[in-house]
């Protein structure tokens, strides 16, 4: 793989860059919780009125798309791991590329993951249970979380360490990266070797949310290196 060197910002070193996007989705994604969890009524109604379905998001509700990586009904567990994990991937992956760059990278993750797992939990719907280790009844469960974003965020700041000459984070945060992304693929291969525990929609979801993620890193890394070369190129 190309290696390339990125720009450390003027205000100095990317590891002590203040992740302002990164802490800011944590902290929407806290204060949102006790806002849709209340009470037991509220959740069931917010997951109905805004989670991910994908039979829905199919039939027009496109919006779910981006709506479902804000909330986390009735499963303060996964608030916690999903905030945690932003907060360890997030701020590597921010300081790297810049926050601008980090936000469109959370949001195409999240909502471009989630709409490619509508369409292959509608192409597994339709062939039903022949394949035993895929779970045809997610098309028509909700799917809730930021976990699509943060596979994806996770598969970035990996790709962009990879790339880099002189990693500018210490050590033990590039170890917690690859741990991160080392745990998420063993969560989508294991149900593929135990058939007891068929691949469901978030594990599609990680899957796809991931696979965006590294895609658009490869973009920006190709583009960082085009206008490297150019600016390094003598005018006519």
């Known amino acids: 793989m190309k290696t390339v060197r990125l720009k450390k910002r003027q205000s100095g070193a990317f590891a002590t860059s203040l992740p302002v996007v990164t802490l800011t989705i944590v902290a929407l994604l806290i204060i949102l919780y006790p806002l849709t969890n209340f009470n037991h009524a509220v959740a069931i109604n917010s997951a109905n009125a805004f989670g991910d379905e994908a039979d829905l998001v199919l039939k027009g509700s496109v919006y779910r ?12 567990m996964a608030l916690v791991t999903n905030c945690g994990l932003l907060l360890a991937v997030g701020w590597a992956c921010e300081s790297l590329i810049g926050h601008r760059r980090f936000l469109w990278l959370y949001l195409c993750s999240g909502v471009i993951g989630n709409g490619l797992t509508a ?14 280790w895929l779970d045809a009844s997610s098309y028509v469960a ?7 974003a943060i596979a994806g ?17 210490p050590r033990l945060r590039i170890g917690i990266i690859i741990f991160a992304n080392v745990t998420l693929m063993m969560t989508i291969i294991s149900p593929v070797v135990r058939t007891s525990m068929p691949l469901d929609g978030a594990d599609i979801c990680h899957l796809m949310g991931w696979s965006v993620g590294l895609i658009i890193s490869f973009l920006l890394l190709k583009k960082a290196g085009n206008d490297a070369a150019n600016a390094a190129s003598p005018s006519a």
Request: aromatic share 10%; no cysteine; glycine share 6%.
């Open 65 to 76: 798309l981006f709506t479902a990586l804000w909330l986390e009904n009735m499963n303060v």
């Open 119 to 132: 369409v292959v939990l509608r192409l597994i719907w339709q062939v039903g249970q022949a394949w035993r």
């Open 142 to 148: 909700v799917g809730l979380g930021a976990s699509t």
């Open 153 to 169: 965020v996770s598969a970035s700041a990996l790709f962009v360490l990879s790339a880099m000459r002189d990693s500018p984070h």
